[in-house]
């Protein structure tokens, strides 16, 4: 009797997983796909190359395999497809300023450099998304040619000069600048802070100085940085390079100052950092909203070892 019961009980439940099973079939989020291609403009070889690897998540023209579309495999399918477009989306190219386009390459490349992308867990089920280091070389040459390094004149550079000089006294100066979207109020004080490092970036020709606040000062000597303590902050302050006739760089145009503020409580959202941008000498707000803080993830996001943080600062005894 307590076998059939058993039994009874294993098909009765069965019948029920498959029920289940088939119902949740026809409860699919809504996902856009569409096979018309876009006016990607760039060469056939790199926009097959990310036609490959990103465009199914990073693309209205999305291709769903047979596995992907049983539910629940659906459900989670569909969240990183719209996650990924919410970061970048090809097929809406043609909407991202000329000016832009070139830095979500070079970004598009550190993220495949870095290994973030295509996603482990997709490139696994879905091996022909794999880039290869040909494909890597590829598009890294075509990403030279988008590179211009030519000397400007005395009167530019003279220009340039005069311009750092006012940067330096409008920041000294402690005038009204609006909060970050997200409300982060911006720091004046940051340009007392010691240079922790440098960078460049060749795709968009600025150099950059990052500074670092007491905190962030004590856990680099104190060897603490993986992950930063609460309080930590940097500052980083890109300009425009001026190249003279010797080859010299100059620091042009203020670009813009960005801030990293640790707090793993009140940032939990974002990965524990508070992000801000300023823009300009004028030091405008970036971001219609507190969601511009999508684009500062997922530019972070290959760093996710490393605290989110990019630079690697200098060694102070």
């Known amino acids: 009797m307590k076998h059939l019961f058993q039994n009874k009980l294993?098909?009765?439940?069965?019948?029920?997983?498959?029920?289940?099973?088939?119902?949740?079939?026809?409860?699919?989020?809504k996902l856009e796909i569409s096979s018309q291609s876009n006016d990607l403009s760039l060469n056939p070889a790199l926009k097959q190359i990310f036609k490959k690897a990103c465009y199914d998540c990073h693309s209205n023209e999305t291709?769903?395999?047979?596995?992907?579309?049983?539910?629940?495999?659906?459900?989670?399918?569909?969240?990183?497809?719209?996650?990924?477009?919410?970061?970048?989306?090809?097929?809406?190219?043609?909407?991202?300023?000329?000016?832009?386009?070139k830095g979500v390459?070079?970004?598009?490349?550190?993220?495949?450099?870095?290994?973030?992308?295509?996603l482990g867990s997709y490139e696994k089920i879905h091996p022909g998304s794999k880039v290869s280091s040909s494909e890597v070389s590829e598009i890294e040459k075509y990403l030279s040619t988008l590179i211009t390094n030519n000397p400007s004149d005395s009167s530019v550079i003279n220009s340039a000069n005069r311009q750092y000089n006012n940067w330096l006294q409008h920041q000294a100066l402690n005038f009204?600048?609006?909060?970050?979207?997200?409300?982060?109020?911006?720091?004046?004080?940051?340009?007392?802070?010691?240079?922790?490092?440098?960078?460049?970036r060749l795709d968009n020709g600025t150099m950059r100085i990052i500074f670092g606040n007491d905190i962030a000062v004590k856990a680099i000597s104190n060897k603490n940085i993986?992950?930063?303590?609460?309080?930590?902050?940097?500052?980083?302050?890109?300009?425009?390079?001026?190249?003279?006739?010797l080859g010299n760089v100059h620091a042009g145009q203020?670009?813009?100052?960005?801030?990293?503020?640790?707090?793993?409580?009140?940032y939990a959202s974002t990965h524990g950092w508070g992000f801000a941008r300023w823009k300009g000498v004028s030091l405008l707000p970036y971001g219609k909203n507190k969601l511009f803080t999508t684009e500062?993830?997922?530019?972070?996001?290959?760093?996710?070892?490393?605290?989110?943080?990019?630079t690697m600062p200098l060694t102070f005894k």
């Open 10 to 29: 294993f098909r009765i439940t069965l019948f029920i997983i498959i029920f289940i099973f088939l119902a949740i079939q026809f409860i699919k989020p």
């Open 63 to 101: 291709n769903l395999s047979w596995f992907d579309k049983i539910q629940p495999a659906y459900w989670l399918v569909a969240q990183h497809v719209k996650t990924g477009r919410q970061y970048l989306n090809f097929s809406r190219w043609d909407s991202i300023p000329k000016t832009v386009q």
């Open 105 to 118: 390459l070079f970004e598009s490349l550190n993220q495949i450099q870095f290994g973030t992308m295509p």
């Open 176 to 200: 009204a600048t609006a909060p970050s979207p997200n409300g982060i109020e911006f720091i004046p004080a940051y340009k007392n802070w010691k240079a922790i490092s440098s960078t460049d």
């Open 226 to 245: 993986n992950p930063w303590p609460d309080g930590t902050i940097f500052a980083k302050a890109a300009w425009a390079q001026v190249r003279d006739s």
């Open 254 to 266: 203020f670009i813009q100052v960005e801030f990293m503020i640790k707090d793993a409580r009140k």
């Open 296 to 310: 500062c993830m997922g530019c972070h996001q290959p760093m996710k070892n490393n605290d989110f943080v990019f």
